[in-house]
């Protein structure tokens, strides 16, 4: 589905990601782990076209999307959730979708207004439903805990009615039980729309029981990959990672 070959980006001296190739299986659930400054979200930034790679290539479904801009990538089926929420303050959960389906549809921002009856009202009903936020629809995205606040944005990617979804830390910045409910509505809505996802994650209890496999970076590469079983033994990932310096 996904699939990376010899990636590499510097930022100055910094080599943020180091000849990483990949391979998604579509439908998968995926979790990228690694230390804090490992290329993680830098890896996210290069697959949805945020930044270029200075060597190595991209393709969805064996097309070569390296190169391509942001949107041409979002309509190729690749949409993401950020590390720091990403949401319209003012507008209400209901009408924060709406302008992110019409926005994919024609990429008109304020037309939302106008279409009390489009069908866009529906979808933006379904997305909702998808990621538990139905019971919140009229409440502005500024006034949303923190765990609906991460939920619209994933409604929002979910809106592009993406292939691949890459969410950066859906977890950040929760407690415990937070957290657990966070990644099962995450899990749920994987189910339900057989996409593939990638979710980047510190917590390894959740990786561990969520992943199906499992991709390790440090310093820009990737030191291991596999099923949550192997990665779990890997000597080389628990002396790097799982040994100490967790983040939390
Ligand atoms: N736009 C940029 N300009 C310069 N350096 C950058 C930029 N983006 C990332 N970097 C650097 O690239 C390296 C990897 O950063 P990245 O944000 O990908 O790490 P990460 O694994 O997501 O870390 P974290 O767990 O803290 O989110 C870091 O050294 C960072 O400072
Ligand atoms: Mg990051």
Known sequence: MLVLKNVTKRF????ATKDISMKLKPGS????????CAGKTTLFNLITGKIKSDTGHIFIKNKNIT????VEITHLGIARAFQI????????????IMAAILAKYNGLHNVWLRFKSHPVQEESENVAKLTGLEKVLNIRGEELSHGDQKLLDIALALA???????LD???????????WKMINKVKELWKKTK??????????????????????????????????????????????????????
């Open 195 to 248: 996409m593939t996802l990638v979710f980047i994650e510190h917590d390894m209890d959740i990786v561990f029981d969520v992943a199906q496999k499992v991709f390790v970076l440090q310093q820009g590469k990737i030191l291991a990959e596999g099923l949550p079983k192997e990665i779990r033994k890997n000597q080389s990932v628990i002396d790097a990672y799982l040994g100490g310096g967790q983040k939390r």
């Open 85 to 96: 929420t990403n949401i319209f303050p003012t507008f209400t959960v209901k009408e924060s």
């Open 29 to 36: 659930i995926n979790a990228i782990i690694g230390p804090n």
């Open 12 to 15: 100055g001296g910094i080599i």
């Open 67 to 70: 190169g391509l801009s942001e």
């Open 169 to 179: 830390e859906p977890t950040a910045g929760m407690g415990s039980e937070e957290r």
């Open 160 to 166: 592009m009615k993406p292939k691949i979804l890459l």
